[in-house]
């Protein structure tokens, strides 16, 4: 990535990255004749039209690919077989809020034979029961856990943008923050896992052995384990999910507590604030010693001093920087000014600490949507690498210690050499594994591979330590500085006390020039990391799709 710089015209700013997520969704006009002309045969009554496609961070872009917006699942069957009969894969397409090279490769032309497949009208939502809900793939998280609030249920924890899809959360094992607290018990109808451990059933379009169809999968079916978590490698359109009661939650920010001690060996330590609240993120600005670190406890009835929230996305320093910041980060890509790594940290943090007083929003409470949803699509576009730790309880806060030592010598490393290949924030949370018990459906499979996936002979590994480091497009020597610390948690996680496995949808896989390149992490690390349940998958995946119809490069690069 390194090679492909962000245009001084588009500044990573509220003029630049804030804005990019139209450019993700943007379907072209549509030109019927040009459409006969170049897909004949393609069935009537399926929208189709050329499109423009763009990923988080910006650094996968295509413009001209032919892209169809089907209705219904039935279209999207036609479109699909269309597609398969004339040697073109299909690729889904929700939100575009990803930094993996899942749906299109990094260098797609326009006129190749790939069609996008917009979900964005599989948007239906009703109870299948009081403790389940059917959802077209399609639908925004926001809307999904508004729908669920309207009917008194919720989640235990999400992914904090609500842009996302469905679809694409399932397809990626999307997760929150979440464990139990001491003393706090799981309420029916959750999970501390992923958003896919909740799948009761799936309906996805897949060979029949004469043409792709669709076919409904449920939870205790061998074929849906590898679908629970297929990458982009199937197209799912519609999912029951298991659901609770929703509970209310307090949020409460904080930036007191040094970085040395919150991931430390004693005192306020992050494992400290994991068992007194069960939910926790701490954001640790690049060159700064005080992270902004979050904590989300269950509170039936509101704090004294919390103030109630009545919507989601309650950070607005966060979602749009304030300009000072944005223009300091412009500054260094426009300026190639890498050397104000440090100096755009602070400001961060400033910012941070003077926009929770500012907006009073250092101490939140309210339904669970409107405290785990905080992210919008204005917010500063970064690249992320991101890794799942899988480990027991107890050893949490030395794996976050191992972790921020290793960090924060690296980062002092290159500094003294002129390099700042770091200038956004580490990010770290921890969630429970996709235990299928937690689904509450006889006979229910663990995902095959989640990065949540149980790891046969370790029941006491019960927790993943979620590690990210954020980065602008284009910072020089940040894929090198990636690819060290790749190495040191495959190394140090490596199955004996914990195992590292990579986050599906950030990146992963580096060498000193490139992500999801390395091929003895594609081809060794990553299967190894889920022993016999990755032959397993694959040999799912290519029995539903025989034909590759839904197959992108990376796929062909990890599983052969």
Same mark, same amino acid.
């Given at each position: 990535?390194?090679?492909?710089?962000?245009?001084?015209?588009?500044?990573?700013?509220?003029?630049?990255?804030?804005?990019?997520?139209?450019?993700?969704?943007?379907?072209?006009?549509?030109?019927?004749?040009?459409?006969?002309?170049?897909?004949?045969?393609?069935?009537?009554?399926?929208?189709?039209?050329?499109?423009? $496609?763009?990923?988080?961070?910006?650094?996968?872009?295509?413009?001209?690919?032919?892209?169809?917006?089907?209705?219904?699942?039935?279209?999207?069957?036609?479109?699909?077989?269309?597609?398969?009969?004339?040697?073109?894969?299909?690729?889904?397409?929700?939100?575009?809020?990803?930094?993996?090279?899942?749906?299109?490769?990094?260098?797609?032309?326009?006129?190749?034979?790939?069609?996008?497949?917009?979900?964005?009208?599989?948007?239906?939502?009703?109870?299948?029961?009081?403790?389940?809900?059917?959802?077209?793939?399609?639908?925004?998280?926001?809307?999904?856990?508004?729908?669920?609030?309207?009917?008194?249920?919720?989640?235990?924890?999400?992914?904090?943008?609500?842009?996302?899809?469905?679809?694409?959360?399932?397809?990626?094992?999307? /997760?929150?923050?979440?464990?139990?607290?001491?003393? *706090?018990?799981?309420?029916?109808?959750?999970?501390?896992?992923?958003?896919?451990?909740?799948?009761?059933?799936?309906?996805?379009?897949?060979?029949?052995?004469?043409?792709?169809?669709?076919?409904?999968?449920?939870?205790?079916?061998?074929?849906?384990?590898?679908?629970?978590?297929?990458?982009?490698?199937?197209?799912?359109?519609?999912?029951?999910?298991?659901?609770?009661?929703?509970?209310?939650?307090?949020?409460?920010?904080?930036?007191?507590?040094?970085?040395?001690?919150?991931?430390?060996?004693?005192?306020?330590?992050?494992?400290?604030?994991?068992?007194?609240?069960? #939910?926790?993120?701490?954001?640790?600005?690049?060159?700064?010693?005080?992270?902004?670190?979050?904590?989300?406890?269950?509170?039936?009835?509101?704090?004294?001093?919390? +103030?109630?929230?009545?919507?989601?996305?309650?950070?607005?320093?966060?979602?749009?920087?304030?300009?000072?910041?944005?223009?300091?980060?412009? #500054?260094?890509?426009?300026?190639?000014?890498?050397?104000?790594?440090?100096?755009?940290?602070?400001?961060?943090?400033?910012?941070?600490?003077?926009?929770?007083?500012?907006?009073?929003?250092?101490?939140?409470?309210?339904?669970?949507?409107?405290?785990?949803?905080?992210?919008?699509?204005?917010?500063?576009?970064? /690249?992320?690498?991101?890794?799942?730790?899988?480990?027991? +309880?107890?050893?949490?806060?030395?794996?976050? #210690?191992?972790?921020?030592?290793? $960090?924060?010598?690296?980062?002092?490393?290159?500094?003294?050499?002129?390099?700042?290949?770091?200038?956004?924030?580490?990010?770290?949370?921890?969630?429970?594994?996709?235990?299928?018990?937690?689904?509450?459906?006889?006979?229910?499979?663990?995902?095959?591979?989640?990065?949540?996936?149980?790891?046969?002979?370790?029941?006491?590994?019960?927790?993943?330590?979620?590690?990210?480091?954020?980065?602008?497009?284009?910072?020089?020597?940040?894929?090198?500085?990636?690819?060290?610390?790749?190495?040191?948690?495959?190394?140090?996680?490596?199955?004996?006390?914990?195992?590292?496995?990579?986050?599906?949808?950030?990146?992963?896989?580096?060498?000193?020039?490139?992500?999801?390149?390395?091929?003895?992490?594609?081809?060794?690390?990553?299967? *190894?990391?889920?022993?016999?349940?990755?032959?397993?998958?694959?040999?799912?995946?290519? #029995?539903?799709?025989? /034909?590759?119809?839904?197959?992108?490069?990376?796929?062909?690069?990890?599983?052969?």
């Amino acid at each position: 990535m390194t090679d492909r710089l962000v245009p001084s015209g588009n500044l990573p700013s509220r003029r630049g990255f804030l804005g990019g997520a139209a450019a993700a969704l943007v379907l072209l006009a549509a030109d019927p004749a040009a459409a006969a002309s170049e897909l004949p045969g393609f069935p009537s009554g399926v929208e189709v039209r050329r499109s423009a $496609y763009r990923n988080w961070d910006g650094t996968i872009v295509a413009v001209g690919l032919w892209a169809c917006v089907p209705a219904t699942p039935a279209q999207a069957v036609a479109a699909v077989n269309w597609a398969h009969a004339r040697g073109w894969t299909v690729r889904p397409r929700g939100a575009s809020h990803g930094w993996a090279p899942l749906t299109l490769a990094e260098d797609t032309p326009a006129d190749a034979r790939v069609l996008l497949l917009d979900t964005s009208r599989f948007t239906a939502l009703a109870l299948d029961s009081p403790t389940a809900v059917r959802a077209g793939t399609g639908v925004r998280m926001e809307a999904l856990l508004g729908f669920l609030e309207g009917h008194g249920l919720g989640v235990t924890a999400a992914p904090a943008p609500g842009d996302l899809t469905l679809g694409g959360v399932l397809a990626v094992d999307g /997760h929150g923050t979440a464990v139990p607290a001491t003393g *706090e018990a799981r309420l029916p109808g959750q999970t501390y896992g992923s958003l896919s451990n909740r799948v009761l059933e799936l309906t996805a379009v897949v060979w029949d052995g004469e043409a792709y169809a669709l076919r409904t999968f449920r939870r205790d079916e061998a074929d849906c384990a590898a679908l629970l978590t297929h990458l982009g490698r199937s197209l799912v359109v519609e999912a029951v999910l298991r659901v609770g009661a929703n509970s209310s939650l307090r949020c409460v920010s904080r930036t007191d507590v040094p970085a040395r001690e919150l991931f430390g060996a004693s005192g306020r330590t992050f494992a400290s604030f994991v068992d007194s609240a069960g #939910r926790v993120e701490a954001i640790w600005f690049a060159f700064t010693e005080f992270p902004w670190l979050k904590t989300w406890s269950v509170e039936p009835v509101k704090p004294l001093l919390s +103030r109630r929230v009545h919507a989601p996305y309650n950070y607005p320093f966060s979602d749009t920087l304030p300009t000072p910041v944005a223009d300091l980060a412009g #500054r260094l890509v426009a300026d190639a000014a890498w050397y104000l790594a440090p100096v755009l940290g602070n400001a961060h943090l400033d910012a941070a600490v003077l926009g929770l007083t500012a907006t009073f929003s250092a101490d939140l409470w309210g339904p669970s949507k409107n405290t785990l949803l905080y992210v919008r699509p204005t917010t500063l576009r970064v /690249h992320a690498n991101g890794y799942a730790i899988l480990t027991s +309880r107890p050893q949490v806060q030395r794996v976050v #210690r191992e972790f921020a030592d290793f $960090y924060r010598r690296q980062l002092d490393a290159y500094a003294a050499q002129g390099k700042f290949p770091v200038n956004g924030a580490v990010e770290i949370r921890v969630t429970g594994l996709d235990d299928p018990a937690e689904a509450e459906h006889a006979g229910a499979r663990a995902p095959l591979i989640s990065a949540l996936s149980p790891v046969s002979g370790r029941p006491e590994w019960d927790t993943a330590v979620w590690l990210d480091i954020l980065t602008l497009p284009g910072t020089p020597h940040a894929e090198e500085f990636y690819r060290e610390l790749e190495r040191f948690l495959l190394a140090s996680f490596d199955g004996t006390d914990a195992l590292a496995r990579v986050e599906w949808s950030k990146g992963w896989g580096y060498t000193d020039t490139s992500a999801w390149a390395d091929p003895e992490v594609l081809g060794t690390a990553v299967p *190894e990391s889920y022993g016999a349940a990755w032959a397993e998958a694959a040999g799912v995946l290519d #029995r539903l799709d025989p /034909h590759g119809v839904f197959r992108a490069p990376l796929h062909d690069r990890l599983f052969g």
